[in-house]
T-cell receptor
Framework: KQEVTQIPAALSVPEGENLVLNCSFTDSAIYNLQWFRQDPGKGLTSLLLIQSSQREQTSGRLNASLDKSSGRSTLYIAASQPGDSATYLCAVRSGNTPLVFGKGTRLSVIA | DVKVTQSSRYLVKRTGEKVFLECVQDMDHENMFWYRQDPGLGLRLIYFSYDVKMKEKGDIPEGYSVSREKKERFSLILESASTNQTSMYLC???????????FGSGTRLTVV
């Protein structure tokens, strides 16, 4: 059964710092991997979707990479801002099964 | 963009009540999902549906049922609400395998 782990569980950084969030998964036979953002008390907002055949995806200051063979993905946030403070969730899709989520990394960017 | 609408943002119900959580999507997606989210436990899959009239149990279906009479609507039913069903409930939708998921804004349910 697919398991997804996110490290660290929480992270606090000063504004302007570049940072990396990590996601690992146990079964490398995935179709795609999706990164989400969640603000307190709200739903999930999709940030980036990486297909299994891709190595990375970029959107603005965000860059997500995928190394399927090693079961890892990273979300890189450049020049962090207080508005980036949120919980970031990684999820993988394998076969015909629904998305499996990690427990998230809670990010605080301090002004 | 796909819009996924959950009928209530906040809901307070009494123990033993039958509770309906509604989710409607506007993009003709085949697949719909219900998750619950709890601190320390993350998102857990309750039920999902890959087609109208079709439903599959997820990881934690006990105490819940679902209904999908029309493609755009997927309802989660708490047959007899209990306090341990107090949670954030999230509905999601997707197309085929290579597409991402889109989530609704969630329903925060409190059972007293």
């Amino acid at each position: 059964k697919q398991e997804v782990t996110q490290i660290p569980a929480a992270l606090s950084v000063p504004e302007g710092e570049n940072l990396v969030l990590n996601c690992s998964f146990t079964d490398s036979a995935i179709y795609n991997l999706q990164w989400f953002r969640q603000d307190p008390g709200k739903g999930l907002t999709s940030l980036l979707l990486i297909q299994s055949s891709q190595r990375e995806q970029t959107s603005g200051r965000l860059n997500a990479s995928l190394d399927k063979s090693s079961g890892r993905s990273t979300l890189y946030i450049a020049a962090s801002q207080p508005g980036d403070s949120a919980t970031y969730l990684c999820a993988v899709r394998s076969g015909n099964t629904p998305l499996v989520f990690g427990k998230g990394t809670r990010l605080s960017v301090i002004a | 963009d796909v819009k996924v609408t959950q009928s209530s943002r906040y809901l307070v119900k009494r123990t033993g009540e039958k509770v309906f959580l509604e989710c409607v999507q506007d993009m003709d997606h085949e697949n719909m999902f219900w998750y619950r989210q709890d601190p320390g436990l993350g998102l857990r899959l309750i039920y999902f549906s890959y087609d109208v009239k079709m439903k599959e149990k997820g990881d934690i279906p006990e105490g819940y049922s679902v209904s999908r009479e029309k493609k755009e609507r997927f309802s989660l039913i708490l047959e007899s609400a209990s306090t341990n069903q107090t949670s954030m409930y999230l509905c999601a939708t997707s197309q085929e395998l290579h597409y991402g998921y889109t989530f609704g804004s969630g329903t925060r349910l409190t059972v007293v």
